[in-house]
């Protein structure tokens, strides 16, 4: 029972696997669009309820939509978790919708004792009312804090990381949970809280607290390291490039480099030194960059294995050497194919062409049917409002 981001990314690496995924949305209510709302951020790509920020998340998924505030669709879905086999039910809506949902754990495991039942939600079930979204937990969770020129605002990463991070946390735990099942024959129930997943990545920052880390140790460093230095954007004569020096040894290799000779003296040969003087070796680098083509400075980096790139725009990440062949795909109803982001891993027999994202509702009536439901009893439903 999916919205958003979160959940359709996780159930999105499910669906790449080759697993069937069914995603259910609310029937109509009258208050505004009908189902996801996601469904209708962004160009519109096929159809009105199928717009671009929607596409790439639910590619190679199943759509129904059932009304879980009657206790008749309520009852429907477990007939659909029983009588389809189902091995995974998934949600992201607050938990205190729960049990008016008929979703809560206890319910749907009592029906289905090997069922998996997973959530993610804002901050766990302890905290039911609080809802969820990513901008907001990257303030609460410091990223707006550590994200930023130094001494600039506050500011958002460029991607909805703990969206992302949340639904890898519940892939993992399902995949956990099967592993479990596997040996013990049981179910389990899985919460993600996306505040204390997106806490986990702390791990460079937090633990300083209490090691009696400066301010400016956990705080915005614009675009450099805040402990290895250098590492930084610098400019060139046609662009920018970053390198990131990551040990004494690289800093001898740089400095070895004839271009980059004179940056070097006895307080920069180590990293605490360096530190100290981390103004000046951004201003030193940045005098021998500008003089030179990215290219050309590139070229000199690769050969002392630096590690070091151009500044790439999302275009020309598309179509990087390493990656071009590993982006997955699916093809609009009119024939044209989307190239999307590459799975995360490769997985041998995993999909790479995924059917395109489904209408608001188009399986409804075939899962019904393949549940056991006859014509009369499914119009019926329809009748009344609960299924679409």
Same mark, same amino acid.
């Given at each position: 029972?999916?919205?958003?981001?979160?959940?359709?990314?996780?159930?999105?690496?499910?669906?790449?696997?080759?697993?069937? @995924?069914?995603?259910?949305?609310?029937?109509?209510?009258?208050?505004?669009?009908?189902?996801?709302?996601?469904?209708?951020?962004?160009?519109? @790509?096929?159809?009105?309820?199928?717009?671009?920020?929607?596409?790439?998340? +639910?590619?190679?998924?199943?759509?129904?939509?059932? +009304?879980?505030?009657?206790?008749?669709?309520?009852?429907?879905?477990?007939?659909?978790?029983?009588?389809?086999?189902?091995?995974?039910?998934? $949600?992201?809506?607050?938990?205190?919708?729960?049990?008016? =949902?008929?979703?809560?754990?206890?319910?749907?495991?009592?029906?289905?004792?090997?069922?998996?039942?997973?959530?993610?939600?804002?901050?766990?079930?302890?905290?039911?009312?609080?809802?969820?979204?990513?901008?907001?937990?990257?303030?609460?969770?410091?990223?707006?804090?550590?994200?930023?020129?130094?001494?600039?605002?506050?500011?958002?990463?460029?991607?909805?990381?703990?969206?992302?991070?949340?639904?890898?946390?519940?892939?993992?735990?399902?995949?956990?949970?099967?592993?479990?099942?596997?040996? /013990?024959?049981?179910?389990?129930?899985?919460?993600?809280?996306?505040?204390?997943?997106?806490?986990?990545?702390?791990?460079?920052?937090?633990?300083?607290?209490?090691?009696? $880390?400066?301010?400016?140790?956990?705080?915005?460093?614009?675009?450099?390291?805040?402990?290895?230095?250098?590492? +930084?954007?610098?400019?060139?004569?046609?662009?920018?490039?970053?390198?990131?020096?990551?040990?004494?040894?690289?800093?001898?290799?740089?400095?070895?480099?004839?271009?980059?000779?004179?940056?070097?003296?006895?307080?920069?040969?180590? +990293?605490?030194?360096?530190?100290?003087?981390?103004?000046?070796?951004? &201003?030193?680098?940045?005098?021998?960059?500008?003089?030179? /083509?990215?290219?050309?400075?590139?070229?000199?980096?690769? *050969?002392?294995?630096?590690?070091?790139?151009?500044?790439?725009?999302?275009?020309?990440? *598309?179509?990087?050497?390493?990656?071009?062949?590993?982006?997955?795909? /699916?093809?609009?109803?009119?024939?044209?194919?989307?190239?999307?982001?590459?799975?995360?891993?490769?997985?041998?027999?995993?999909?790479?062409?995924?059917?395109?994202?489904?209408?608001?509702?188009?399986?409804?009536?075939?899962?019904?049917?393949? &549940?056991?439901?006859?014509?009369?009893?499914?119009?019926? =439903?329809?009748?009344?409002?609960?299924?679409?």
């Amino acid at each position: 029972m999916e919205q958003a981001l979160s959940l359709p990314y996780a159930t999105l690496r499910f669906a790449q696997l080759g697993w069937r @995924v069914i995603r259910i949305e609310a029937t109509p209510s009258g208050g505004g669009l009908p189902g996801d709302p996601n469904r209708y951020i962004g160009a519109r @790509v096929a159809d009105e309820d199928r717009r671009s920020y929607f596409i790439a998340p +639910n590619v190679g998924k199943e759509a129904i939509a059932l +009304n879980l505030k009657d206790e008749r669709g309520q009852r429907l879905l477990v007939r659909l978790i029983r009588e389809l086999g189902v091995d995974v039910f998934c $949600c992201n809506t607050v938990p205190s919708r729960y049990r008016s =949902l008929g979703i809560e754990p206890g319910r749907l495991r009592a029906a289905c004792p090997e069922l998996i039942w997973g959530g993610i939600s804002a901050m766990g079930p302890d905290w039911p009312e609080v809802p969820g979204y990513d901008p907001v937990i990257q303030a609460m969770a410091g990223y707006m804090e550590v994200t930023g020129e130094r001494g600039g605002r506050p500011m958002l990463t460029g991607i909805p990381v703990i969206d992302l991070k949340a639904g890898d946390e519940l892939y993992a735990a399902v995949m956990h949970a099967l592993l479990e099942r596997q040996e /013990t024959g049981t179910g389990a129930e899985i919460h993600v809280s996306m505040l204390q997943a997106a806490a986990s990545w702390l791990i460079t920052v937090l633990p300083l607290v209490d090691l009696g $880390c400066r301010d400016e140790e956990i705080t915005r460093a614009g675009n450099e390291h805040r402990k290895f230095v250098p590492t +930084n954007v610098y400019p060139t004569a046609d662009g920018y490039v970053f390198l990131a020096i990551g040990s004494d040894v690289q800093w001898q290799r740089l400095t070895a480099i004839p271009k980059f000779a004179g940056i070097a003296n006895e307080v920069r040969t180590t +990293n605490e030194g360096r530190n100290a003087e981390r103004e000046a070796i951004h &201003a030193d680098i940045g005098a021998v960059t500008a003089a030179f /083509t990215a290219d050309e400075i590139l070229a000199e980096l690769r *050969r002392a294995t630096i590690a070091s790139t151009r500044i790439r725009d999302i275009r020309q990440v *598309r179509v990087l050497e390493a990656l071009r062949d590993k982006l997955t795909r /699916t093809t609009l109803p009119d024939g044209r194919v989307v190239h999307m982001q590459p799975m995360a891993v490769d997985v041998e027999g995993a999909k790479c062409e995924l059917g395109f994202s489904p209408r608001y509702g188009q399986d409804t009536r075939r899962v019904l049917a393949e &549940a056991g439901l006859g014509a009369d009893e499914v119009g019926a =439903l329809y009748g009344a409002g609960v299924v679409a």
